[in-house]
Antibody, heavy 118, light 107 residues
Framework: EVQVVESGGGLVQPGGSLRLSCVAS????????MTWVRQAPGKGLEWVSV???????YFADSLKGRFTVSRDNSKNTLYLQMTSLRAEDTAVYYC????????????WGQGTTVTVSS | DIQLTQSPYFLSASVGDRLTITCRAS??????LAWYQQKPGRAPKLLIY???TLQSGVPSRFSGSGSGTEFTLTISSLQPEDFATYYC?????????FGGGTKVEIK
């Protein structure tokens, strides 16, 4: 079965860091475009980033310099490294696989919750 | 950045109704648009991509149309499982953006 499972969320203090993981099964992370999307409590969806199979990454303007994306091919896992966290980063973070060579996310995880609070 | 405006924000409808949701882009985006469905506590689900292509496994009562700046998602006959929030998303250039969402509730 093709699926992704996120983990790593939790409570972190403002200014802190957190790394989210997205483990894939049924497909290879490194040969697909992968997307992160987040959703603040009671709010709509917000696109966070994409990583191409070749490694190129793009981020939402508000996140540039604070968030990075990486992969561990041996673990078939995608990561979202978040630094200098703010209260407004509190959200459910979703990982998704994109349709081939596109930004259309067709396989989503269940999400992992990040809470930034003192 | 190009903004997406969905309308209406909220819709009350009955089973069997025909429903249309509109998504307007602040600039032309060709056909670079997707529609997603999200139920409470669940991840979004891709319904339509490239403005009008039905994602595999999605019922044919869902359809998408439009190009440039105006797009529509139509549900031809609303079913109980369709009560959810619907989002459009533009994918023409980075950063990508979503519309604000349309919540469809039971009348």
């Amino acid at each position: 079965e093709v699926q992704v499972v996120e983990s790593g969320g939790g409570l972190v203090q403002p200014g802190g860091s957190l790394r989210l993981s997205c483990v894939a099964s049924g497909f290879t992370v490194s040969t697909n475009y992968m997307t992160w999307v987040r959703q603040a409590p009671g709010k709509g969806l917000e696109w966070v980033s994409v990583i191409y199979s070749g490694g190129t990454t793009y981020f939402a303007d508000s996140l540039k310099g604070r968030f990075t994306v990486s992969r561990d091919n041996s673990k078939n896992t995608l990561y979202l490294q978040m630094t200098s966290l703010r209260a407004e980063d509190t959200a459910v973070y979703y990982c998704a696989r994109n349709r081939p060579h596109s930004d259309y996310a067709d396989v989503w995880g269940q999400g992992t919750t990040v809470t930034v609070s003192s | 950045d190009i903004q997406l405006t969905q309308s209406p924000y909220f819709l009350s409808a009955s089973v069997g109704d025909r429903l249309t949701i509109t998504c307007r882009a602040s600039q032309g985006i060709s056909s670079s648009l997707a529609w997603y469905q999200q139920k409470p506590g669940r991840a979004p689900k891709l319904l339509i991509y490239a403005a009008s292509t039905l994602q595999s496994g999605v019922p044919s009562r869902f359809s998408g149309s439009g190009s440039g700046t105006e797009f529509t998602l139509t549900i031809s006959s609303l079913q109980p499982e369709d009560f959810a929030t619907y989002y459009c998303q533009r994918v023409d250039s980075y950063p990508l953006t979503f519309g604000g969402g349309t919540k469809v509730e039971i009348k």
